[in-house]
């Protein structure tokens, strides 16, 4: 990371981060052509876990290289400068995690229902029913996050 001023990686804070936000950006690439989309997760410690649909361009890539990088940013507010005179002393808080993995796809029922559930304890609040039909039928990324790091910008104390 170019601005050393600017990290703040630190277990407590990559937990505090991927709390707070509820999209991830998942970087593939495959014939040296990079291809990003953004995704729901769910995370245990630092092991990051995404539900999709079992086929798609997504699922091509991953099985051809399931190398892949994972950006989340909790977004702030702009802050204006304290003069009108320059500009370029604005700015903008943030939180954001970067960080490599690798693709592990999950096949066993039970931890793919253990993860559909922290699924809808997220973004539902609660967890949900599912028929067997429907958690079988549902692709469960696996990513163990390496070489985190976590940049800060702004009070966020």
């Not at 729901?40 to 290289?65: E, M, P, Y």
Request: aromatic content about 8%; hydrophobic content about 40%.
């Amino acid at each position: 990371m170019r601005r050393k001023d600017k990290d703040v990686t630190g277990e407590e804070l990559v937990d505090e981060v991927l709390d707070a936000v509820a999209v991830c950006r998942l970087g593939m690439c495959v014939d040296n052509k990079p291809y990003v989309v953004p995704l729901n997760f769910v995370h245990q410690g630092t092991t990051l876990f995404i539900h999709c649909a079992k086929s798609g361009r997504k699922i091509d890539v991953l099985n051809s290289n399931p190398n892949v990088f994972i950006e989340v940013t909790r977004e702030g507010a702009f802050v204006p400068s304290s003069t009108t005179e320059n500009i370029c002393n604005s700015g903008y808080t943030f939180q954001c995690l970067m960080a490599n993995g690798i693709v592990e796809f999950v096949q066993d029922v039970e931890e793919k229902k253990r993860v559909l559930d922290a699924v809808c304890a997220k973004y539902y609040g609660k967890a949900g029913t599912m028929p067997a039909s429907e958690v079988r039928r549902t692709c469960i990324l696996k990513i163990e996050l390496t070489d985190i790091s976590v940049k800060q910008a702004g009070d966020w104390s």
